[in-house]
């Protein structure tokens, strides 16, 4: 098989468009079907690839990528076989003619999925400094009264601060514009963690969308279990007695003929000494009012916190500590599961993400 085709981005005299930066070198074996290399050929022409050559096959051929340059200047070497069974062996893949989408895809990707091999990647699929980057940014402190805000006002203010572009997937503004107002008073507490609790009370979340090596953005989504999110608030380094030492005081508290909502409202709250956030998405899904549920603490003498827990459990809530994304504490109060998962800890931002992956439970 003495045979060459070749071709690059040259046609009718002019310098064509290619997207992708590969040259391509495809082996054909002796044993391949007859004129496997011209219908190859043909498909191969489609790729919109820099340049492709076929030749014969020769002892030691296999499939392999190499490259040259970096960023923009990344340009890939690729070999491929076509073997007896006419599939294209390329690294990574095997391919018929009749593949051409799937071909076309998969060469698409392989120029970023080269760049990147050897990168660690965690939570939200970012690299440690691209991680750091957008931790550092999400602690921007909201400087202006939360409660009572309309929603769409109250994401527009926060977002218009973060230097990280902040884009809407369909049908978001519609749902920002007919959102409930947050009902707690967030002013100083950092724009991710605040973002995230507004977005929740809506059924949205904020999610790192299509994180590249070079940029970050971040969208607004409808809220799915499959979608990694950014978290409404994190897991503290230390312990509760530390950053949050009145909700640690002893004292005696008796509870009788009283809401839950009265019940916090009436002194317990201000004695825990950090806002007591409710989880408004859990309360609407599960049709739970802390302004109807009576609750009831017999007289004894404990700890702040011990008591809340404690009336909360009535409600079918659970309260957990989390800091912000500056490490300012506040009590999260929610119904723990699969749409609510318990806080993820993260090492200091300049280390990155403690754990990849989606939210642990």
């Not at 079907?33 to 002892?59: F, I, K, Y």
Request: charged share 20%; aromatic share 6%.
């Amino acid at each position: 098989m003495a045979a060459l085709v070749a071709f690059g981005s040259l046609a009718g005299g002019a310098l064509a468009h290619a997207a992708l930066p590969i040259d391509l070198e495809v082996a054909v074996v002796q044993a391949a079907p007859l004129g496997a290399m011209q219908q190859w050929g043909r498909v191969l022409s489609e790729m919109d690839l820099a340049r492709v050559r076929l030749r014969a096959a020769n002892r030691g051929d296999q499939p392999s990528v190499t490259t040259t340059g970096a960023g923009p200047a990344l340009r890939l070497q690729v070999v491929g076989i076509v073997n007896h069974k006419d599939q294209l062996v390329l690294p990574g893949g095997v391919f018929r003619q009749a593949d051409a989408a799937q071909l076309k895809q998969f060469l698409e990707d392989l120029p970023r999925q080269t760049a990147e091999q050897g990168i660690e990647r965690g939570i939200f699929g970012l690299t440690k400094p691209q991680f750091a980057a957008l931790y550092h940014d999400l602690s921007t402190p909201v400087d202006a009264p939360t409660k009572g805000v309309p929603l769409n006002e109250l994401a527009a203010n926060v977002t218009a601060r973060l230097g990280t572009p902040v884009e809407l997937s369909a049908g978001v503004a519609d749902t920002l514009n007919r959102g409930q107002p947050l009902t707690a008073d967030l002013q100083g507490y950092s724009a991710g963690t605040v973002l995230a609790i507004a977005l929740r009370s809506a059924g949205l979340e904020l999610a790192p969308s299509g994180p590249t090596l070079e940029t970050v953005a971040l969208k607004i989504v409808p809220a799915t279990r499959d979608t990694d999110h950014w978290p409404a608030g994190w897991k503290p380094e230390q312990v509760g007695r530390v950053i949050a030492p009145a909700m640690h005081q002893f004292t005696t508290i008796e509870i009788s003929g009283f809401t839950l909502q009265q019940a916090l409202d009436g002194g317990l709250a201000a004695h825990m000494g950090v806002p007591l956030v409710f989880d408004a998405r859990v309360l609407a899904d599960r049709r739970i009012d802390p302004a109807n549920i009576q609750v009831k603490f017999p007289r004894s003498k404990t700890y702040i916190r011990r008591a809340v827990d404690n009336i909360l459990a009535q409600a079918r809530l659970a309260g957990e500590l989390r800091v912000d994304e500056a490490g300012k504490p506040f009590y999260w109060i929610t119904q723990f599961g699969p749409d609510s998962p318990r806080a993820l800890g993260t090492d200091p931002p300049s280390e990155g993400p403690a754990a990849p992956g989606r939210h642990q439970p």
